[in-house]
C-alpha cells in the first residue's frame, strides 16, 4: 500500500559543482515526481553534506535512518560506500548517483541484478575514450599528465584504461595522485615543470575540489587539461566529457518511483549506464590557450560527439542538459 508522503534523504561526498549539481538535481526531481503523482516527496531537512569524511556520512545515514526515512540518494562513490551497510541494516532502499565502477566498490552484485537494497545510476568513464579526445585535439602529444586522487576507487578503472591507451599510441605519460585537496596544486606545478603536453582527470572528487585553484596554473603554463565531467569545465578546465544530466536524472526518479509507489525490489531494477556523448569546452580557457572554436567543434564531431561551449556555472545550472 502506498503512503501519502514519502521521506527522501541525500547525502552528498562533498560541497564542489559537479556533486551540487547532482543534489540540485535530485531535490528538482522530487518536487517533479510530488506533480506527477499527487504524493509528496519531502526532503527538507534531510539533505547532507559528507564533507569528503566517511564518518561524517556515517553519521548522516544514522541519523535518516532516526528520522525514518524511506529512501536515500547517496551521490558519490565514497558515500554509498559509507552508508550502504547502515541502510541496509535498516531495509532503507538507495539509489546512488556518480558511481563510476560499483561493481569494484562492492557496492551492487551486477548491473542488471544489483542488490535487495541498492541500485542507481553508474556514471562510469571510459579512459580510452578521453585520451582519443586528448589525441583528437593534439595528434603532435608525447608527454602527457595523469592527475587523480590515490583513493577514489572511481579514478582507478579509467586511469588503468588512459594508461593502456597510451601506451598503445606511443605516448609518454607522468602519473601524479594525490590524497586531499592541499596536494592537488603542488600535483598541478608539478606537470608544469615537467612540461607536459596536456593533463588527463578522470571523474575524481579530490581533483575537483581544486579544480578552481589549478585551472590557472595550468592555463598560464598553456596546458589543457582533459577531464571526464562537465563540472570541471565551469570551474576552468579547457575540456570535459558527459552525458546529460537531466537524462539521468529522470532515470533516477523513475527507480523511485518504481520502489516507493510499485513496490519493486531494487534487484528488479539494473543499474543504468550513462551514456558519454557531449563534449565540453570553457570558453574563457579555449581563448585563452588559442583555440579555434569552429575547428574544436569539428574535431569533436568527427568523434560522434556534440559540443557546447561554456562561460560560467550560471550558464550551466539549473536547466542545462
Do not use: W
Not at 534523504?9 to 503523482?37: C, F, P, Q, W
Not at 525490489?265 to 556523448?277: G, K, L, W, Y
Request: hydrophobic fraction near 40%; charged fraction near 25%.
Amino acid at each position: 500500500m502506498t503512503k501519502d508522503t514519502y521521506k527522501i534523504g541525500i547525502v552528498k561526498y562533498t560541497d564542489h559543482a559537479s556533486l551540487n549539481r547532482l543534489e540540485t538535481g535530485m531535490k528538482r526531481g522530487l518536487d517533479e515526481l510530488s506533480k506527477k503523482t499527487g504524493k509528496k516527496f519531502e526532503y527538507e531537512g534531510l539533505v547532507y553534506d559528507g564533507k569528503a569524511d566517511p564518518e561524517e556520512m556515517e553519521r548522516a545515514a544514522v541519523e535518516l535512518v532516526e528520522k525514518g526515512v524511506d529512501l536515500v540518494l547517496p551521490i558519490a562513490t565514497p558515500t554509498t560506500v559509507a552508508v550502504k551497510s547502515i541502510l541496509e541494516k535498516n531495509k532503507i532502499p538507495m539509489v546512488f548517483q556518480a558511481v563510476s565502477d560499483p561493481i569494484t566498490a562492492n557496492l551492487i552484485d551486477s548491473y542488471e541484478h544489483p542488490g535487495k537494497y541498492i541500485t542507481g545510476t553508474s556514471d562510469g568513464l571510459d579512459g580510452s575514450l578521453l585520451v582519443q579526445m586528448l589525441l583528437a585535439v593534439h595528434p603532435e602529444a608525447k608527454k602527457v599528465g595523469l592527475l587523480y586522487g590515490k583513493n577514489e576507487l572511481s579514478s582507478k578503472l579509467p586511469i588503468a584504461e588512459m594508461k593502456t591507451a597510451l601506451t598503445e599510441r606511443g605516448v609518454a605519460f607522468t602519473e601524479i595522485s594525490v590524497e586531499h585537496k592541499a596536494q592537488v596544486v603542488k600535483a598541478a606545478e608539478s606537470f608544469v615543470s615537467q612540461q607536459v603536453d596536456a593533463v588527463l582527470t578522470p571523474t575524481d572528487n579530490t581533483v575537483m575540489s581544486a579544480e578552481l585553484l589549478i585551472s590557472p596554473v595550468f592555463t598560464d603554463a598553456g596546458i589543457p587539461q582533459f577531464t571526464g565531467s562537465h563540472a570541471f569545465v565551469i570551474n576552468g578546465a579547457f575540456f570535459g566529457l558527459g552525458g546529460s544530466y537531466r537524462r539521468n536524472e529522470a532515470r533516477s526518479m523513475q527507480m523511485v518511483e518504481e520502489i516507493l509507489l510499485r513496490g519493486k525490489s531494487p534487484m528488479e531494477i539494473p543499474v543504468v549506464r550513462a551514456t558519454h556523448d557531449l563534449a565540453t569546452v570553457n570558453n574563457q580557457i579555449c581563448e585563452r590557450l588559442g583555440y579555434d572554436r569552429d575547428r574544436l567543434e569539428q574535431i569533436f564531431a568527427e568523434q560522434g560527439l556534440q559540443t557546447v561551449f561554456l562561460d560560467s556555472q550560471e550558464e550551466f545550472d539549473p536547466d542545462s542538459e
